[in-house]
């Protein structure tokens, strides 16, 4: 049994001359940062991807080994999809702390900066969490975008504007194609957790 399993483990204060607050950082592209510093180490980096949860209490992210625990800062989504492997007519996504998961690209939305987010973990400990793809992992899904079909209303200006309105009018929103099935992907309205 870990301290972190006794119930009252996040209200333990922190040893002596210590703090919970930390100087670690989680910027967007899933890098962790030390007082200002890139942590390359890769046995380091992996351990803190696999300690991220948040706290019972307040909600905030914190790190924790279940021996202790610290609060850090993420920048962007805690979680990062490192790759996505297509099985049939399923997609699995392999996360930054190294766990594997069933995606529903339906679920997934675009943020602002055109990066692609999916909520992840929600039967974890303060789940469900929010993933952002990373480059590669985005970039892999190239052969599996396909056009939605769009409405017949939709294409022949019925929806309440001209057809001919702006240069994406004439352009199906992409769709996701895993095996036989097309998934929509939609705007990032808001965070998963």
Partial sequence: ?????HPE????PAPEGRSRESTIRLDAEG???HDGRRVDH???????????TRHPDDGRYILTNGYDWTYFVVDDAPFVVRTVRVEGDRAVLVLSD???EPWSPEASRVGADG???VPVKASAKGGPYEAKFSRHAQASLGPLLVPLPQPEDARDGRDGRDARDGPD??????GIR???QIHAIGAKDAHFG
């Fill in 169 to 174: 009018s004439d352009e199906a929103a992409p």
């Fill in 9 to 12: 483990f996040f209200r333990f």
């Fill in 1 to 5: 049994m870990k301290p972190g399993d």
């Fill in 31 to 33: 890098h962790f940062w």
């Fill in 98 to 100: 190294g766990t594997e």
């Fill in 115 to 117: 990066g692609l987010y």
């Fill in 42 to 52: 890769a046995g380091l980096a992996a351990a803190f991807h696999s300690w991220i």
């Fill in 178 to 180: 895993i095996g036989a």
